[in-house]
């Protein structure tokens, strides 16, 4: 029999991992590290869900460890394409101010030209900072490495240039309103090789900034509802300038004490389309470390 290849192994342990979590895990006095607890609540069972955007990326620091599955579709001029991407990322807080994080990725492509292809794509390292300013307000920095450890010439990554993006962020958690939040971010990448520049005219950087914001509301500390905005701006190489915008709604629960699992629904909107619809589900696992 044909052994699985990595992306469907992949896909059951995604499976695997979503199907385990009502096994009843027991509570473990988490909510301190959340800053958006609500009262002097002790126990990751009543502590209310974190702020940790499914379709954005997260903003402030924290121990997690995420698994994530993707899928994007587009059918243009009779041209059906699929990408699917399972992502398992983790996250070190060695302070509540500092982490150190990194991600995994695996994507699988589909249209009706080429077939299916599928390979690793960009492994990234990062690390990240967050306070908190007042009682309300909760700026955030990050910086991204990507490694070239894609495939361009299946279109899954690069294996030989790699990205940075370095993002900064506000996480807005009225005091007097904690049923709300809104947060927002920025983010510029660039492609990039070992000597930070390009000496071959004909290989030019991928460059982008890139808008984020999202707003959430708590229905209880269990459940949540949000939508997420993007606004992706190419800029540079001049032939391939695009503009894209998508707008993800969802919603957020917990499941078990310690995980919470995100679903939400990206659409592109606008006449420049990277892609028509998608559906995004990430799994996070919050350990009790503080």
Known sequence: MRSLRAFDLLSVCFAFAIC???SGLPAAPVGGFDPLVKGARSSAKDAPLPINGN???TLLPAHRLALEWVNLESDENGLFERESTARLAGEYAFARWFSLFGQVPYTRKMDSEQGVREHLD???LGARLGTRLGRSFYPAAALEVGLATGNEDRGIGHKRLGFLEPRIGLLWSPHRFDWFYLATMLRFNS???SRLRTTNPDEKFERAWIWEAEAGF????AFAVFV???????TE??????NTTTVA?????RPAPYFDLAVSVPLSVGSEKEFERGILARLTFYPGFW
């Open 20 to 22: 385990s979590v009502g």
């Open 237 to 242: 190489p001049e032939e391939r300038l695009i």
């Open 122 to 124: 960009m492994v990234s």
């Open 55 to 57: 379709f954005n990326r």
């Open 191 to 193: 492609q990039t090789n």
């Open 218 to 221: 708590y229905v209880d500390d």
């Open 249 to 253: 709604p969802g919603l957020r629960f």
């Open 228 to 234: 997420e905005f993007q606004r992706k701006s190419l």
